[in-house]
């Protein structure tokens, strides 16, 4: 399956990617794409919508479709166990970090799934290093033990669920350019895709921290001696709060909860 982060989808056939109405338009908009054109930047993120949209669609009429649901749960249980020792020990560095949540919750399996949440890991760890500096201090820390912030981890989690969807539109982009429209390869759209996709999803994804804050002010004003929650920062209560939005979190970036079935934020498709 090539490198530790997803590699190439190499098939001993050609890969025509999912199949279907929508998807077909949005590949057609794809190829009549040009990045000197006017309104080139706005064109295609409609394509990025047209692509999420299709994946939603295809999702929400079946489940199963491309395994993507099963593995990004899988995936979404692994890595929330994974929360709990990186509170406590941390990583040395970004590649370190990587390679461990890449063998702790990345799988091994060899399926285009597979390598999207491979390389969502890798992404959701770079991302969150963007959003959070110290890191970079809590690293060179983490060769002497400590531990990430919950607050870190947290993003990171919402982070993983919306970067794994990402990098699977960003390979089926990028199939659809190798084969249909290779003079697109030097304007690497699906690059932009996939982090328009991924920025458009990831405040669907519940956060463990919101969770157990809410828990705590709900525990507090019923009196009761403790929830799910356990303490405020107990390192095992990250882990059980993160694997029990699971369901929840997959659901809101595969568009299969919405706004119409719960009242609450909706998918962006």
């Known amino acids: ?3 530790i982060v997803g590699g190439n989808v190499g098939t001993s056939t050609r890969w025509q990617g999912p199949n279907g109405d929508q998807w077909s338009s949005a590949s057609r908009r794809l190829a009549h794409w040009r990045d000197d054109s006017r309104n080139a930047g706005r064109r295609l993120e409609e394509i990025a919508a047209d692509h999420l949209r299709a994946l939603h669609e295809t999702l929400r009429a079946d489940r199963s479709a491309f395994g993507l649901y099963d593995t990004a749960c899988a995936a979404g249980e692994r890595l929330a166990r994974a929360l709990g020792s990186l509170s406590t020990e941390g990583a040395e560095s970004e590649n370190a970090l990587i390679a461990r949540l890449v063998s702790e919750a990345g799988g091994d399996g060899g399926t285009l799934a597979d390598a999207a949440v491979r390389r969502g890991v890798a992404a959701a760890v770079r991302d969150v290093r963007n959003r959070h500096p110290e890191l970079d201090d809590a690293m060179a820390k983490g060769a002497a033990g400590a531990g990430f912030s919950w607050d870190l981890l947290c993003d990171l989690y919402q982070l993983f669920f919306a970067a794994t969807v990402g990098e699977f539109l ?9 084969l249909a429209v290779p003079v697109l390869i030097a304007t690497d759209p699906e690059s932009t895709i ?6 458009k999803v990831v405040d669907l994804v519940p956060s463990p921290c919101e969770e157990a804050a809410e828990g ?4 507090r004003a019923v009196d009761t001696t403790r929830s799910l929650v356990g303490s405020a920062r107990d390192p095992s209560a990250l882990p059980r709060i993160a694997e029990s939005l699971v369901p929840r979190a997959v659901g809101s970036v595969l568009g299969l909860i919405t706004q119409e079935t719960t009242g ?3 998918a962006a498709a």
């Open 1 to 3: 399956m090539g490198d």
């Open 170 to 178: 960003r390979s089926v982009v990028a199939e659809h350019v190798k």
């Open 194 to 199: 996939a982090d328009w996709v991924a920025d």
């Open 216 to 219: 705590t002010r709900l525990t």
């Open 264 to 266: 609450e934020g909706g």
